[in-house]
């Protein structure tokens, strides 16, 4: 990881030790369900991870090499791992590489470099720990110190590994999270069938638009029976708008009779049904906004979704968020937190909204810009505009479950650098700086989610 000096180095070590509270993610809570050993290096590091992934594959390497899709379940993992090592230069100044080694050397204690010829004794020291007890997944997350692990969950699934965790004797804290875009977003393919199974699953008659809302409810209030505290929406264009009477676009929509544009508007029609919903029951809302999926026809087709060709594209978050805001952003109990990949929207746009609505509070940085040098123009843009307590602490944001301690540990490098700043510039002092640093490290995360230590 990189190198802090002084007064830096200092804070770092005040807030190095804290617990992870990690509040979004993409883990799968079959791995603490079962408590299975991890299959093998290349499942463990290469496979999950896109932020990996892409990288060699826009290096030429196909997919299918890397143990990725259908197509590549017959690749061995040893082979998937030496092409790995093999292109490991290609993470140089890149996050990925302070992650990887910082999950080799500290959480896995291999001190041998990566390269072409150290790939398999690598993989083998790494198989080797993966069938010890101490490495299986509770005990790798009570190791770690995670006070708390959010999944994301589609707004159908039972959540039965969920209730498995809940009935094990083990006290490790996993909770799920709201994801219903399937069942708000007419523009997915399965939209209608969705909406049918909501009905089926919740015992209640989707063919109105009253008994629709009704069942979205029911899923949440069982979401949060199950210990979820947030909900999540992932959306290329931010958009809200309020349908007084949403019963015959509705009724369209169901019967797979509506246009793009009638799509689009009863989206941003329910994601202000989502937020009051918040207010009712309490569950934080998320926007992750800004990013066009799955851009790579071929490999959507061959490969499925969420393979790395997801691409930033430009957010106009005060006119698209507006008729939600004007509806329940004076709301002091609601919380709605923002992501962009749209770093532009920062300084000029996130900010200065933050600033001024009780609800908002701005999301760490995400995906390609949750690194050193990402993290460090984050503060840069949205300090002196939304203060410290209208950010939303850190989270993850990750599939690959080894990596989560080196995130937070580079996020916490990352605001004891930007605190020493603040101190050298005479803004504040080294009381102040410490305060914050725990803040940042730990506390606007627990009070953004609604996550009591």
Known sequence: MYRL?????????????????????????????????????????????????????????????????????????????RLFAAHWHLFLGTPSR????????????????????????????????LALDDHRPRALFDRFGIEVLATTDGALDTLEHHQTIADSPWNGRVIPTFRPDSVLDPSDPGFVENVRHLGQLTGTDTGDFNGYLAALRKRRTFFAMMGATATDHAIEVVHTEWIDHPEELYQKLCKSNATPEDAAKFYGHMLIEMAQMSVEDGLTMQIHGGSRRNTNSDVLRDFGRDKGADIPVAVDWVRGLEALLNRVGNTPDFTLILFTLDETTYARELAPMAGHWPALRIGPPWWFHDSPAGIARYFDQVVETAGYHNLAGF?????????IPARHDLWRRGVADHLAQQMNRGYFGAKDAAELAQTLATDLARDAYGLAP
């Open 5 to 81: 000096h002084g007064p830096a180095q200092d804070l770092y070590e005040g807030i190095a030790n804290l617990p992870i509270v990690s509040p979004h993610g993409h883990c799968d809570p079959a791995w603490f369900a079962s408590d299975t050993p991890f299959a093998n290096p290349a499942k463990l590091l290469v496979i999950p991870d896109h932020y990996v992934f892409r990288m060699l594959y826009s290096q030429g390497v196909p997919l299918a090499n890397l143990g990725i899709g259908a197509a590549g379940r017959t690749t061995k993992s040893r082979d998937v791992f």
């Open 98 to 129: 302070l992650w990887i080694n910082y999950v080799l050397r500290e959480t896995l204690n291999i001190s041998t470099p990566l390269s072409v010829e150290t790939a398999d004794q690598i993989y083998d020291q790494i198989a080797e720990l």
């Open 395 to 403: 989270n993850d944001d990750t599939r690959a479950f080894m990596s």
